[in-house]
């Protein structure tokens, strides 16, 4: 059983920053691609950036040169550092490993930015 859990959210004012942390159970390199995701009520889920096994990075075009992802494999952990954070950037950011196939989300953490 794969555990997913993101952690780091909170309130800022617009062009504040946030990490996000997301802990995996097990080896996260083992996961075949690890994203960060975001959903506003009402809206679908959308893509923020994702980091494969090999280290392949992409990011949303909203969020290029704002945010950055990361992973620590030690600690079996995934980061996503936002800087220069914007109201539009408001949102439930949810973790999510992906391999062979399945998909493992987090619950979620809720980032909200004020202008």
């Known amino acids: 059983q794969v555990h997913v859990v993101e952690s780091g959210g909170g309130s800022v004012q617009t062009g504040g920053s946030l990490r996000l942390s997301c802990t995996v159970s097990g080896s996260i390199f083992s996961m075949e691609i690890m994203g960060w995701y975001r959903q506003v009520t009402g809206s679908q889920r959308e893509l923020v950036a994702t980091i494969t096994r090999g280290g392949f990075i992409t990011y949303a075009d909203s969020v290029k040169g704002r945010f950055t992802i990361s992973r620590d494999t030690d600690k079996k952990t995934v980061y996503l550092q936002m800087n220069d954070l914007k109201p539009d950037d408001t949102a439930i950011y949810y973790c999510?490993?992906?391999?062979?196939?399945?998909?493992?989300w987090g619950q979620g953490t809720q980032v909200t930015v004020s202008a």
């Open positions: 999510n490993g992906f391999i062979k196939n399945r998909d493992f």
